[in-house]
């Protein structure tokens, strides 16, 4: 799993807190994936301009992962502020693919991670294509 | 319990998000207490200058929650940003109370809270008298 | 907060995991509101035999907390398998108020809480009279 | 990914509560790595006769994920009751191996996952042995 891609990364801050954090003194570890999360969100939010709440509150259109590879490298202790960063591996008809990592501010790769994500309507959870305006604005993210 | 406090108000702006809410869409209460610790820690680090992660991990120093109250007046949906606030109402030898709030972007007071604090040592976990310098750091956030 | 109540109590028994505790090595408070909220479920799906994932995914009935108050009298550590207890104290028009704790195996009790719940309808997240069928299960757990 | 080990399952059932689900009435997904997680813990207390958190909090062993691989094959919904199965496909000198799966009471595989887990002296973060009690109360597991 390497992330020698050449398109845009996408970067967001996070402060590590107490509550990330488990009786070792270092993020327990589901805490990535709640975090990655929320990186999705941001990048919606900030870079795409696709506000993820509504997407799922009003559109009824939810976003599920059904692939997750991860690799965690090196710990990372409560109190440092870390990046999290996403790049589009692949964007699909139905499905996308994200490579996400937390990186210390050392710059020390602490995770990799690669997710698929599929576009679904939440009343049936089928998978359906993905919505025309939010594949316009991914399509900006893709390598040239 | 009104917060009708003289004192400075420290405020923290949370985004709302996925994976905070339940599935009646909206924030799953334990939630409001996690991002109450967060806010703590916020104003240690942000506000009093004493970083609250080296607190813990190598001062061996806690602050365990005694007792909370709290009202939850109106719903927070998913994808708001609101705004938490936290006021220190008491400082005593071993403990401070914190007048803790959840306000939307609206002005609508959704969650209020008291919350005591006592500061422990790790080891023992028994109360200890509050340490020196965050005494001195807090009594700038007391009423004059 | 006293809780000599003479009605029933309602117990669950919950091993204390590693995900449960914080780097201090014990409960991360807000995780006792998530197994109190557990406890809820348990007394509606066991001892009310009302399915409470029905009620909420079917019936779009939600039952958030509107008032709670805890008073945190000794730590749990990991590893320790505790009991969850809960009473009914009070059962309103809309609301009820159940006193819920948290008690070692060596009969301590580490929490004491009280939560005032209100019924209300999903859709406009307004309150809602207790639905008959489960106001006449809850009957039952008032005494005499 | 295929579970098509010869080796001994472990299983543990779990009630997927309204707190494991989100705001499409589904299981966040990171709570599947917190429930894989508790599983492991009940395969170390119930089935190897090795309390999980005595290792971590008196002998200060750690049993960090170094590596991790999820497919997401269906959902799970708030309201059932799921097997959570756990089979050592791999004992290494300082790793081990699990294949987990969360499989529906109608017998569908909605997660497979794989995990290598790592033992780590918790001072150092640093990887050790398997120590000899816990290495031969796993090679039990181990297929014939």
Redesign the interface.
């Known amino acids: 799993m390497t992330h020698a891609y050449a398109t845009p990364r996408f970067v967001s801050q996070v402060?590590?807190?107490?509550?990330h954090?488990?009786?070792?003194?270092?993020i327990?570890?589901?805490?990535y994936?709640?975090l990655f999360?929320?990186l999705v969100?941001d990048w919606f939010?900030r870079a795409l301009g696709v506000?993820?709440?509504?997407m799922?509150?009003q559109g009824r259109t939810?976003l599920?992962?059904?692939?997750?590879?991860?690799?965690?490298?090196a710990?990372t202790?409560?109190?440092?502020t870390v990046d999290f960063g996403l790049r589009l591996a692949r964007l699909g008809n139905r499905s996308l693919t994200l490579a996400v990592d937390c990186t210390g501010a050392d710059g020390e790769l602490r995770v990799a991670a690669t997710k698929v994500l599929v576009f679904t309507d939440?009343q049936t959870?089928k998978a359906i294509a993905v919505p025309a305006h939010i594949r316009a604005a991914m399509e900006r993210w893709m390598s040239e």
Chains 1, 2, 3, 4 share one sequence.
């Open positions: 402060p590590i807190r107490f509550a954090c488990d009786p070792a003194g270092i327990f570890f589901p805490q994936l709640v999360n929320g969100e939010n506000p993820y709440a509504d799922v509150a939810g599920p992962i059904v692939h997750l590879e991860c690799d965690f490298r710990i202790r409560m109190g440092e939440l959870h």
